[in-house]
């Protein structure tokens, strides 16, 4: 028992120093990668056979190899590249537009505690009001194209780039800023050179958040209004009874989700080179 | 005079009261000199090295850098304190000259000041580390070089040892008192560690209580100033020390 949990919390230690008698089949299992890979197999061979084992009918619950047919189909039929990359557009542009106005209204607000305490309130309003209901709003407004899903979307974003910000900016090291000040750098100097670093891994925390929201905003927008998209499918699919469409639908945002948060991962290690790493 | 206090007092006032961090402090440093202040801890020491730092002015009175009042952050003074306040996100080397950046100093002649101080303080081949890579000393070390490489006429220590281990802290004084005395600067070392203060000064201020204000003044007439470990040793620092505790009441207030 002990030789498995150290393999699983030694992640890096080769297979090789491990002790003798546990066999190599086993060591293998305990590394977390394989085991994953393993849960995503039995989860596929479930959602294969245990549908038609229960007789659960395709409306209801599509197999894995409905849904892999319906996804060709969807794809020599439906367009369903034209919808996957204009979600994907909208969430990368709203999420971009989004988390930009956030981390300038955060910066912003937090360089004047005045504003940043005449303006909390009502931030904090919009910030508990549930976002996606301003989705019809906004196609009364707009009407039905892309503009709404977009609004929804930098709403939805803006709000834990700039709240992730703001508390960053207020915990800024005061001893940082004053060393700043006595070496004589000007206002926007300690921004530049102080404020704005300190906050980054703030900023970071806050773009990965935004980065999940992002796909909700896009399919909100979608499902409610306009002809393009995965969340079009969902409704549309929906309408129809075809369920496998909006399984795939699910499946491909979730898909757009995990490569922005990867990306922003990759970025944010980079970024913040100089943090010691975490031992895990 | 490189430092002077001519009758400084500090009052901060809040919504509801007033409190006189010092009242009446007069005192005045030679070029070259090292000077300590000692006192017990909320005695307005941090005050003092704030009002000389020009972080804010005093209430009454004027604080004199070179014979000139302080009216603001300048760039004849440079401080460091119990936290290094190194910039995570810089290498070691950008840490040291980012003191000097505000000052238009060009890019060239910033990296060579920089690695001269970083020699200096014996940080030579750490220049391209960051400082989650350094052990604490050597930390306070890069603090000592940035502050150093912005050339300042006067260097004020806020307790810069106390966050570090007994042997760390002996061996850091050393290598501080060495480098300062081959620099020549005019230094303040605010402590709360009285050996400390006898090891490394020419000269101890020894302050009251809130409202602190100066109640002796002693000075160390000991040899190898720039050789804290040298100086532990002789029979006459325990005597030094004695003197500063008698000041400061100690045995008053552990009765």
């Known amino acids: ?280 | 005079m490189a430092l002077e206090f001519r009758n400084v007092t500090k009052r901060f006032t809040t919504a509801n009261n007033a409190l006189t961090a010092v009242s009446d402090v007069n005192f005045r440093v030679a070029p070259g000199e090292f000077v300590s202040v000692v006192g017990p801890s909320g005695c307005g020491k941090s005050t003092i090295l704030s009002m000389t730092a020009g972080l804010y002015q005093p209430t009454e009175g004027e604080v004199l850098v070179s014979d000139a009042p302080v009216t603001g952050p300048n760039s004849h003074v440079g401080f460091m304190l119990q936290k290094d306040l190194l910039l995570p996100w810089r290498s070691i080397i950008s840490n040291i000259e980012f003191g000097l950046e505000a000052r238009g100093v060009a890019k060239a002649e910033r990296r060579d000041r920089a690695m001269k101080e970083l020699a200096h303080c014996q940080l030579a081949g750490f220049e391209n580390h960051y400082p989650y890579q350094l052990s604490g000393g050597m930390r306070q070390r890069a603090a000592l070089a940035r502050t150093l490489a912005i050339d300042p006429e006067i260097i004020l220590l806020d307790e810069p040892f106390s966050a570090l281990d007994a042997q760390t802290k002996l061996l850091l004084q050393n290598s501080f008192a060495g480098t300062i005395a081959e620099t020549g600067k005019t230094t303040l070392l605010i402590t709360h560690d009285l050996h400390e203060a006898v090891l490394m000064s020419d000269r101890i201020l020894v302050l009251s209580e809130r409202p602190g204000t100066i109640v002796a003044e002693i000075e160390v007439d000991l040899p190898r100033r720039d050789r804290p470990l040298e100086r532990r040793v002789m029979p006459q620092v325990a005597d030094y020390a004695a003197q500063l505790f008698k000041h400061l009441k100690l045995e008053e207030k552990a009765a």
């Open chain 1, 1 to 280: 028992m002990t030789e498995v949990s150290q393999a699983v919390a030694g992640r890096s230690v080769p297979a090789t120093s491990a002790p003798a008698r546990v066999g190599p089949r086993l060591m293998r299992l305990a590394n977390p990668t394989v085991a994953s890979l393993i849960l995503l197999v039995i989860v596929l061979l479930a959602w294969e056979f245990l549908p038609t084992a229960l007789d659960v009918p395709k409306f209801i619950i599509p197999t894995l190899s409905d849904c892999l047919a319906e996804l060709a189909r969807m794809w020599a039929y439906e367009g369903l590249l034209g919808h996957f990359l204009s979600t994907a557009l909208y969430t990368v542009l709203g999420f971009i537009v989004g988390s930009l106005l956030g981390a300038v209204l955060g910066y912003l607000l937090g360089m004047s505690a005045f504003w940043e305490k005449v303006l909390s309130p009502y931030i904090l309003a919009l910030q508990i009001a549930p976002k996606v209901a301003f989705a019809p709003l906004f196609i009364m407004w707009f009407g039905y194209n892309a503009m709404p899903k977009l609004l929804v979307t930098v709403l939805i974003v803006f709000f834990p780039v700039l709240v992730n910000v703001l508390q960053a900016m207020r915990t800024v090291d005061r001893d940082l800023v004053n060393l700043a000040r006595a070496y004589n750098l000007s206002r926007l100097g300690v921004f530049w050179k102080v404020e704005m670093p300190s906050t980054l891994p703030n900023l970071m925390a806050g773009l990965r958040i935004a980065s999940t929201l992002a796909v909700i905003g896009v399919t909100v927008g979608e499902l409610v209004g306009g002809n393009t998209g995965l969340g079009f499918l969902i409704s549309y699919g929906g309408g129809q009874a075809n369920a496998a469409m909006v399984f795939n639908a699910i499946l491909l945002l979730t898909v757009i989700g995990y490569a922005l948060y990867f990306a922003l991962v990759k970025i944010e290690a980079r970024v913040l080179h100089y943090l010691p790493r975490a031992e895990h």
